[in-house]
T-cell receptor
């Protein structure tokens, strides 16, 4: 039982480059989330999805886009990476009102 | 604005003692509160959930209290072990726009020494 799987685990980008982070869950959860975690700060919600084909903005959505074409996958895109987007990105999934299940994160450095 | 505070300094305790971690919040009325554990290089793992109408919840060596008047939750680990060393995150929750919105604290690092 894999739970929530994030790829890649590490990535280094140059400013202005683009990339996509992939999240896959095998628990048939309706809801999926993307967070970023920075030192000394709590997890901050970037975007979330309440079901296949739906997405919505979270607390810090600027500079990111998402897509949920399949129920089990939630993609996070950076169109033009900036140093301020250096962070650890976590994906999570859940059912309504239930605790969230997290992946082990993607460590992203923007030079 | 909504704010959630956890002790930023690490908590160091001796093995066998009870660890108590604090979570305070302002400008928020959560329907429930969750505690997660996070190990270095790993994602958070859910531990306990307590609802606004519950005063206390227990699970094995873990106990959580929730005081909506004080706007505070306490997280206790009894008979602590070195394996309990990790960062513990508090998260306030409410159903908003059809999903369970969570606001996370920055976490408190716990170190249990043999």
């Amino acid at each position: 039982n894999a739970g929530v799987t994030q790829t890649p685990k590490f990535r280094v980008l140059k400013t202005g480059q683009s990339m996509t982070l992939l999240c896959a869950q095998d628990m048939n959860h309706e809801y999926m989330y993307w967070y970023r975690q920075d030192p000394g700060m709590g997890l901050r919600l970037i975007h979330y999805s309440v079901g296949e084909g739906t997405t919505a903005k979270g607390e810090v959505p600027d500079g990111y886009n998402v897509s949920r074409l399949k129920k089990q996958n939630f993609l996070l895109g950076l169109e033009s990476a900036a140093p301020s987007q250096t962070s650890v990105y976590f994906c999570a999934s859940s059912d309504t009102g239930r605790p969230q299940h997290f992946g082990d994160g993607t460590r992203l450095s923007i030079l | 604005s909504q704010k959630i505070e956890q002790n930023s300094e690490a908590l160091n305790i001796q093995e066998g003692k009870t660890a108590t971690l604090t979570c305070n919040y302002t400008n928020y009325s959560p329907a429930y509160l969750q505690w997660y554990r996070q190990d270095p290089g790993r994602g958070p793992v859910f531990l306990l959930l307590i609802r606004e109408n519950e005063k206390e919840k227990r699970k094995e060596r873990l106990k959580v209290t929730f005081d909506t008047t004080l706007k505070q939750s306490l997280f206790h680990i009894t008979a602590s072990q070195p394996a309990d060393s990790a960062t513990y995150l508090c998260a306030l929750g409410a159903v908003s726009g059809g999903y369970n919105k969570l606001i996370f604290g920055a976490g408190t690092r716990l170190a249990v020494h043999p």
